[in-house]
């Protein structure tokens, strides 16, 4: 079943839109709305696999409404095992300047609002079909992965730590390579880029975002993996309780992110030492 979530200003097009996609079998209109507020909300909390939006309205328009539901879908999707959600914008015109800005935020496509109702439903159904096929092959992939990582003494102590699954401890090895590089586990944290940017002038001396710099897919993994920690893992462990505080103190991603960094240097400091996890010890600071 395809799910849809419908936003147009316009309520004609709207009604007309929803009733001509409800006719199909394998579609399903969760919800039509008129701002693009109400549709990147509604993207967020429900996941549709489509949200069909017109590139022009009042207040937040089509290519900011994309971008944002592109943007929190996508975060949103690494908690999930999801994809972030599609979007086809509708246009009156053929291609101008506020298409392109579309597909340039993130549309998969876009669609004229007098187009013919066989080519509206003709452009919904391939965008689910291109995801179960992206769907299967992460599928294969990651089911090649699981049987790769028992194999690996390492990779099995990386493993035990709380939230780190087999793609995690594959990626850690493979970008760390030789733990004796870093002389402090401390510094891995630095080095996979969760560490505050930091900025020293004179008088002035400030930190700001993470620096986000080195391997990126290690720093996105780790992330995942915090989240995992945090979310989905029932296991009381110090780690845990000490991310659930900080949750409840600065928000869930500020804490993902502090969280991610103590996994990096949990991670060095268990290959270091040739041990496994424990659990129930003390984390080590970060």
């Known amino acids: 079943m395809i799910r849809v979530i419908l936003v147009d200003d316009e309520p004609i097009v709207r009604s ?9 079998p394998d579609i399903e209109v969760l919800a039509d709305v008129d701002t693009g ?22 207040g937040m328009d089509g ?38 800005a579309a597909l340039r935020a993130g549309a998969s496509g876009f669609i004229l609002k007098d187009a013919a109702p066989t080519e509206l439903v003709a452009a919904v159904r391939p965008l689910l079909k291109t995801r179960h096929a992206i769907e299967q092959q992460v599928d294969d992939l990651d089911r090649k992965v699981r049987k790769l990582a028992p194999y690996d003494a390492q990779v099995r102590r990386f493993m035990t730590a709380p939230g780190v699954g087999p793609i995690t401890a594959l990626c850690f090895k493979a970008a760390i390579d030789d733990p004796a590089r870093f002389k402090r586990s401390r510094s ?99």
């Open 63 to 100: 290519v900011e409404t994309t971008r944002r539901i592109v943007h929190a879908t996508g975060e949103a999707a690494g908690d999930t095992n999801q994809f972030p959600v599609k979007v086809l914008v509708l246009t009156t015109f053929h291609v101008d300047e506020a298409v392109l």
């Open 188 to 286: 891995v944290g630095a080095y996979v880029g969760l560490t505050s940017r930091r900025h020293v002038s004179g008088e002035v001396d400030w930190s700001g975002r993470i620096s986000k710099c080195g391997d990126a897919m290690l720093r996105m993994y780790l992330f995942e993996a915090a989240g995992v920690l945090l979310t989905r893992v029932q296991k009381w462990s110090a780690l845990k309780a000490w991310g659930t505080r900080l949750v409840k103190r600065n928000g869930l991603r500020k804490a993902k992110v502090a969280v991610a960094r103590k996994l990096a240097v949990i991670l060095h400091r268990m290959w270091i030492e040739g041990t496994e996890s424990n659990w129930s010890k003390k984390a080590i600071a970060a």
């Open 37 to 58: 507020e109400e549709a990147v909300d509604l993207a967020v909390r429900h996941h549709p696999d489509v949200v069909i939006a017109d590139v022009r309205m009042p």
């Open 16 to 24: 007309g839109i929803a009733l001509l996609l409800s006719g199909e």
